[in-house]
């Protein structure tokens, strides 16, 4: 995959529809059509009629590859996110089996659902309820899909895409008013809720179990509860959360703390459990003063010139820069390490997945400081995705990649000082997995509902010309919304499924299209 030439295009974007980094807008996911604006690949996009959400191919016309006769991709689309509430009950479900009917009208192969910690063992440990999910696995397997389900041990909330609020579990909460370094802590002390700290992953401090063993617990079980549906083939994937949002990586840009887009985010590893692991590991290497996290690598909102640690020649590349960014990336294979040996334990037999984030700004500076801080070591003189990499392939787990619907020119073109490399970031994590023979599955940073969009998803998907065949295992679609099952929206996405499925397309055309309003200007439901 070729990097865009920036410089190349830049007046060819119509100025009216400026491009938001995923990392700072919340994306939409309605359940009804009251918006009267969302955010597109051309910006936000308003409608003078209520309940109407035109989506508006705004990029130049690139020519259109014809995906014909190429590997079929099975394709997945997610669920909303508060399909469940907080008593486990499921909600409102007449209307999620219309939808689910739909989609599979279009072949669509399965969904993905959210098993939220929270929800499940909320009130105490080891008692679990599954009810709502006992129902909604009958209802998506009667209709003849698939399901892939996320092990969530983290908080929904706060973040990109969020649209309900589901915390941790009260009894966590609880423990962690008395000991809040169970917690990641930044620099100032400041404690993020969203999941726990990797230092406890051994630290019997959560009633008597460590966070591994809550974990596994928790995944155990499931994998009991729904026996059957292992069984039958019906669940074909268990992706299992590794920290904030599911993401193996570092909370190191909560917007909870104030942190914007392009910053470069902090370390996360303040809290007691991983300053003795760090002490420790400092005192092995005969430098006990190294200690100690970089007193002088900015804050959340910083650039990395800002800093003396992040700066080209910056301490990151010193002795003890290199020591303290060894250390904390390797806490974060090593918690990978312990979570997916117990994963692979409950779950044999079934596909497990472990999804990473697309930190792509700062990716064309020497330093990658953004990376940095999120615990991937991956500076312009060394892969830091290769060690991910390996670990999964010990434990035979694919890796889930977002961020590919992203392209390089557009960041560039409203945010040039963030030296963002989406395409670059995208092609070298591919590649490192590829590279070790795992499988590779992606997803979408944002709600995609436009053509130049899908084309490029595609074009990941499935690399052109690459000399050994290599493709996505699968795709999953973020996310089931009423803004996608609008007729012009879902006639773009049941094209683009026949495309990842290798199928022929009617309307293939040199230049992709735009789809003209409908006469009263009001976008129809597509009914089930």
């Not at 992706?239 to 104030?258: F, I, T």
Request: net charge negative; charged share 25%; with cysteine.
């Amino acid at each position: 995959m070729a990097v865009s030439s920036v410089p190349v295009f830049n007046g060819l974007k119509p100025q009216s529809a400026s491009v938001i980094p995923y990392s700072t807008v919340k994306a939409r996911s309605p359940r009804s059509l009251d918006y009267n604006s969302f955010w597109v690949k051309g910006g936000f996009v308003s409608s003078s009629v209520s309940g109407s959400s035109r989506v508006i191919d705004s990029w130049p016309r690139l020519p259109e590859r014809d995906f014909a006769g190429t590997p079929y991709v099975p394709v997945y689309v997610m669920l909303p996110l508060g399909v469940i509430d907080m008593n486990c009950e499921l909600v409102d479900p007449e209307a999620l089996m219309d939808e689910l009917r739909i989609l599979k009208s279009v072949n669509v192969d399965g969904v993905m659902i959210d098993c939220w910690w929270g929800i499940v063992e909320a009130h105490m440990p080891q008692v679990y309820n599954w009810t709502g999910y006992k129902r909604i696995f009958q209802i998506v397997r009667d209709l003849g899909l698939k399901l892939q389900v996320v092990m969530s041990f983290h908080e929904c909330g706060g973040n990109v895409g969020d649209d309900v609020h589901i915390p941790l579990p009260q009894w966590i909460r609880e423990i962690g008013q008395s000991n809040p370094d169970i917690y990641f802590i930044d620099r100032e002390g400041r404690r993020n809720s969203e999941c726990l700290t990797w230092g406890i992953d051994k630290e019997r401090v959560l009633k008597g179990r460590n966070a591994v063993e809550v974990y596994f617990d928790y995944m155990r079980s499931f994998r009991v509860e729904f026996d059957e549906f292992f069984v039958d083939g019906f669940i074909s994937e268990i992706e299992v959360g590794l920290g904030p949002c599911g993401e193996l990586r570092y909370p190191s840009y909560p917007a909870k703390h104030g942190w914007r887009y392009p910053g470069i985010g902090e370390f996360q590893c303040y809290d007691k459990y991983l300053m003795k692991n760090l002490s420790k590991a400092a005192e092995q290497r005969g430098h006990s003063f190294w200690g100690r996290g970089p007193d002088n690598a900015g804050s959340y909102n910083s650039t990395p010139h800002e800093t003396g640690f992040f700066r080209d020649g910056g301490d990151y590349d010193s002795y003890y820069g290199r020591f303290f960014l060894n250390w904390y990336s390797q806490v974060l294979v090593d918690h990978g390490d312990r979570v997916l040996a117990l994963a692979n334990l409950a779950f044999e037999g079934t596909c497990i997945a472990a999804k990473l984030s697309g930190i792509h700004w700062w990716y064309k500076t020497a330093s990658h400081a953004a990376e940095l801080t999120a615990g991937f070591y991956n500076p312009a003189n060394r892969d830091g995705y290769a060690p991910i990499a390996a670990m999964l392939k010990k434990h035979g787990v694919a890796l889930n990649f977002t961020c590919v619907e992203l392209r390089t020119l557009d960041q560039h073109e409203d945010f040039p000082e963030a030296l963002a490399d989406p395409e670059g970031l995208v092609w070298q994590v591919l590649n490192a997995a590829w590279d070790v023979s795992i499988l590779v599955a992606s997803e979408n940073a944002l709600p995609c509902y436009d053509r130049e969009g899908y084309n490029k998803i595609l074009e990941n998907a499935k690399p052109r010309n690459d000399p050994d065949g290599r493709h996505l295992s699968a795709f999953t679609y973020l996310r089931l919304s009423a803004v996608v099952m609008e007729r012009h929206n879902f006639e773009e996405f049941e094209r683009f499924v026949r495309s990842m499925h290798g199928e022929a397309v009617a309307d293939l055309q040199l230049f992709s299209n735009e789809k003209p309003a409908t006469p009263d200007g009001n976008d129809e439901q597509i009914a089930a």
